[in-house]
């Protein structure tokens, strides 16, 4: 190793510089003097320091040690001199730090401060805190060493602490949150080097609430800290304790996480979380208490490529909800298409109220047709939203959703007031034909959140139609559960001499009590009785179907109301309907759902099934085969019949 030819003299002169520059009206040989006793007092506070301390020249090399930085390094000083100081505190180990050492001694950079861990030669390892600056007046830099063992090793307890849970021992969210971002950063760069993937298990405790309630938060805590136990011994039983690569977390409550890094694919998650879901289930004996819980899991394995710590955690959640949903006890694999639809209907929903200001829903109608005669009695009203995003919506897309929100009640005032004055036009376009009625569902919750009879009254006011030309639908369910408010409400409607029907008739309660004292005057009977009458090949209809059906009628008319058919898709079902008296049908034998210029082009005719090629030629769609109709009407009609506005 080379070495400079100054030695330590160089020190010295650089310091006897510094010091007749700092006193220059001292006469020479006195400001010597002063100089030599000065630089005899720096050498022994130097020597002396507790503080480990060396002289570097411009290249790197040590020109005096002392006794604290020998003694750092068990060595002697004079064996340090001329020795490359970046080797004796490891200063290359990272190339930053080594182009900042490499800046400092070329006067381009004034000051260095790093941490680094060496190893003494006894074989312990210690942290320091490595300084480096100018010596002034020279061209040495000052390298200082000093001992931060003790500090480490409390910021590490403190750290310890900060970032495990005290319940439970376990990695807490915010340690979590720091290994999977790194998991996810390190696989993007990672070549080769592992499989590119990574698999999370987000679990929580089936009724951990309750015990808490009843047993108190100490008995929680220990349940907790017994659940930790078991969800790290299965992770080590599954092989991951071995490599490393898994991480059991609590993240709060009675939430725990196990992250798998370097995943091998579902299968491997799956068998993890089979394995936790059957530990947890065992029973805990805690303190005299036997409880026995469960859990819930979502799964999410994904590759790292495309994945972020946000994304991941959404699908581990999204999956623990539907796990929840789907019973709890059990473990749920994320599907993209189930979050693909939740995704689409959360976005439905943010949308949903302005899309009614901005006038995105119109209204298509399905005809009401008398079985005996042929002729147009009425329409069904049937929504329909022209989102920009997804294209035409039927309701069963958007009506559950807009319960859920009480965006039905503004979704449906517009549809009443806009059927209402669709049905007028039509009276005044054509006064010469006995006028058709026209039928909006409601929703029971029409009824809570809002006057209905008030927007009910203001509306026929304000488009000057008959009170008799209108009828609201609402389900068998609703109708039957009917108390207060609600059945104040229909009394009124049925007193302003508006038609109640109730759709699905027969599916519900059918409670014939409630029935008799209901304002109601037409049964809507559900299209899976009707579709019982239809003969399908080398099969045949059900007999009990009509039997019920002709009950059903009669039932109705003894009562005093009329009743009418939903899915009548053939003429033979008409014709058996008509049979045991059912009053009206509503089906793709007569016409699917058009515009209103359509209906206007039907009413005062019969509308037999020759109508329907025209109608459906005229909105622009063909007609279709009975089997296509079959599928499509019950979509249409009995899907979404459990919502209303359908």
């Known amino acids: ?91 290359a180990a990272e190339a930053r730090t080594w182009a900042a050492y490499q800046e400092v ?105 309750a015990v808490n309630d009843t047993l108190g938060h100490r008995v929680g805590d220990r349940l907790l800290a017994a659940v930790a ?48 879901l059957a530990a947890v289930q065992e029973p805990f004996d805690l303190a005299g208490q036997r409880l026995s819980v469960s859990a819930s899991i979502g799964v999410v394995e994904r590759a790292v490529a495309g994945t972020s710590a946000t994304c991941l955690m959404q699908a581990a959640d999204t999956t623990l909800y539907w796990a929840k949903a789907d019973g709890k006890a059990r473990w749920t694999l994320f599907d993209p298409e189930r979050n693909a639809h939740r995704m689409t209907r959360q976005a439905l929903s943010s949308t949903l109220r302005p899309a009614v200001e901005r006038g995105e829903f ?4 399905q005809p009401l047709v008398d079985l005996e005669s ?25 009506i559950g959703i807009a319960e ?91 007193d302003m001499g508006v038609r109640i029907a109730i759709d699905d008739f027969g599916t519900g309660y059918s409670n014939l009590a409630y029935l008799s004292r209901l304002p109601v005057s037409v049964l809507k009977l559900d299209g899976s009785f009707v579709r019982g009458f239809r003969y399908e090949e080398g099969t045949h209809p059900n007999p009990a179907d009509e039997t019920i059906v002709e009950a059903l009628v009669q039932l109705a008319h003894r009562l005093g109301l009329t009743v009418t058919a939903e899915c009548v898709e053939t003429a033979g079902q008409a014709a058996r309907l008509r049979r045991v008296g059912c009053d009206t049908g509503q089906g793709w034998l007569y016409s699917r759902a058009v515009a209103p210029d359509v209906i206007a082009r039907m009413i005062g005719r019969k509308v037999a099934a020759a109508v329907t090629a025209a ?6 769609t063909p007609e279709p085969a009975p089997a296509a109709a079959s599928a499509s009407s019950a979509s249409e009609q009995d899907g979404p019949a459990q919502h209303p506005l359908v």
Not at 362 to 365: F, G, M
Request: net charge negative; proline share 4%; aromatic share 6%.
């Open 362 to 365: 119109e209204l298509e109608y």
């Open 615 to 620: 109608a459906a030629a005229a909105a622009g």
């Open 105 to 209: 001694l070329r006067g381009r950079q004034a000051r260095l401060r790093c941490t680094r861990r060496l190893k003494h030669p006894d074989g312990h390892s210690l942290w320091t805190e490595v300084t480096l600056g100018p010596v002034p007046g020279t061209s040495e830099v000052l390298l200082s060493v000093a001992d931060i063992s003790d500090r480490r090793d409390l910021q590490a307890r403190l750290r310890h602490l900060q970032m495990h849970d005290p319940v439970t021992r376990l990695p807490n969210r915010a340690l979590f949150f720091e290994r999977l971002s790194a998991a996810l950063e390190a696989s993007s760069y990672e070549h080769g080097g592992g499989t590119g993937r990574i698999g999370l298990c987000y679990l929580d405790l089936d009724g951990f609430k």
């Open 404 to 494: 859920e929100d009480g965006s039905i009640v503004q979704l449906g005032q517009w549809v009443l007031r806009t059927a209402c004055r669709q049905a007028r036009r039509w009276q005044i376009e054509q006064p010469s034909d006995s006028p058709v009625f026209v039928s909006v569902n409601v929703a029971v919750r029409q009824v809570w959140d809002s006057d209905l009879v008030g927007d009910v009254a203001e509306i026929l006011a304000e488009t000057g139609l008959a009170p008799q030309l209108l009828q609201l639908e609402l389900t068998e369910s609703a109708v039957m559960g009917s108390a207060g408010r609600p059945l104040q409400a229909l009394q009124s409607l049925s």
């Open 374 to 398: 042929g002729a147009l009695r009425g329409v069904e009203a049937l929504v329909r939203w022209n989102h920009p995003q997804f294209g035409t919506l039927t309701p069963n897309r958007f």
């Open 229 to 276: 136990a078991r969800l790290t011994h299965c992770a080590d039983q599954s092989g991951y304790g071995r490599t490393g690569g898994h991480l059991v977390a609590r993240l709060g409550g009675d939430e725990f996480a196990l992250l798998v890094e370097d995943s091998t694919g579902t299968e491997q998650l799956a068998d993890l979380a089979r394995s936790v």
């Open 1 to 91: 190793m080379s070495g400079t030819s100054e030695g330590t003299g160089s020190a010295a002169d650089s310091i006897r510089s510094a010091i007749t520059e700092r006193h220059p009206a001292v006469p020479a040989a006195a400001s010597l003097s002063r100089a030599e006793s000065d630089l005899r007092d720096y050498r022994a506070a130097f020597n002396a320091a507790h503080l480990a301390m060396a002289v570097v020249d411009r290249d790197g090399y040590v020109v005096a040690a002392n006794q604290a930085f020998a003694g750092l390094l068990g060595a002697e000083p004079p064996t340090l001199v001329h020795r490359c100081a970046a080797d004796l505190v490891d200063l």
